[in-house]
């Protein structure tokens, strides 16, 4: 199974708005509306900000929102912060013989 | 709160055995699956396999199968990730985490642990 593809980086000044891409195949992303956005900080372990492409656990801010078309998946920061700076992940169901994949990360810097 | 808590980093010698641990607390953990990933150094992230606490049904991603082996003691609440010859590319950083299946596909990760740094080097 192929990692999704994600950009190694990405960055945006804050108040600016950002959006990470994530690319996988008919197999993954665009077969499922499964994908799963985490944001690590450095040292610290991932965090769930977006799953089922576009729905927000309790307690993060709706500053970050997702979307798909096709066999890309997106994530959005909008009003970006400081303490968005951080790696992100992507992740998507795979079907049933599988356990799912994860994309290579982003990382994003606030400049 | 839910919380998983992982035993603490390993310095190891290719070669060696190692078992690390993951213990949940304030959930109900025979009903759930406990998974681990992988995180080499500077690089992303890779779901080795999960475990359903309940009867210790395991699966495991292609890439994991015969590296290692997941298990859980559900008496102490605990999944366990084990290898029995360490390699020094099997140095990473281990998270387990609570992943959330519904009709057998993975649909989320909610929880994670705080992680467990695998050192191996001789």
């Known amino acids: 199974q192929s990692a999704l593809t994600q950009p190694p980086s990405a960055s945006g000044s804050p108040g600016q708005s950002v959006t990470i891409s994530c690319t996988g195949t008919s197999s993954d992303v665009g077969g499922y509306n499964l994908v799963s956005w985490y944001q690590q900080h450095p040292g610290k372990a991932p965090k769930l900000i977006i799953y089922?492409?576009?729905n927000r656990p309790s307690g993060v801010p709706d500053r970050f929102s997702g979307s798909k078309s096709g066999n890309t998946a997106s994530l959005t920061v909008s009003g970006l912060q400081a303490e968005d700076e951080a790696d992100y992940y992507c992740s998507s169901c795979a079907g049933s013989n599988s356990l799912g994949v994860f994309g290579g990360g982003t990382k994003l810097t606030v400049l | 709160e839910v919380q998983l808590v992982q035993s603490g980093a390993e310095v190891k010698e290719p070669g060696e055995s190692l078992k690390i641990s993951c213990k949940d607390s304030?959930?109900?953990?025979?009903?759930?699956?406990i998974g681990w990933v992988r995180q080499m150094p500077g690089k992303g992230l890779e779901l080795i396999g999960i475990i359903y606490l309940g009867d210790s049904d395991t699966r495991y991603s292609p890439s994991f199968q015969g590296q290692v082996t997941i298990s859980a003691d559900k008496s102490i609440s605990t999944a366990y990730l084990q290898w029995s010859s360490l390699k020094a590319s099997d140095t990473a950083m281990y998270y387990c985490?609570?992943?959330?299946?519904?009709?057998?596909?993975?649909?989320?990760?909610?929880?994670w642990g705080q992680g467990t740094l695998v050192t191996v080097s001789s």
């Open positions: 304030g959930y109900s953990f025979t009903t759930s699956w």
């Open positions: 985490a609570r992943p959330i299946l519904v009709g057998g596909l993975i649909i989320r990760i909610d929880d």
């Open positions: 089922e492409v576009n």
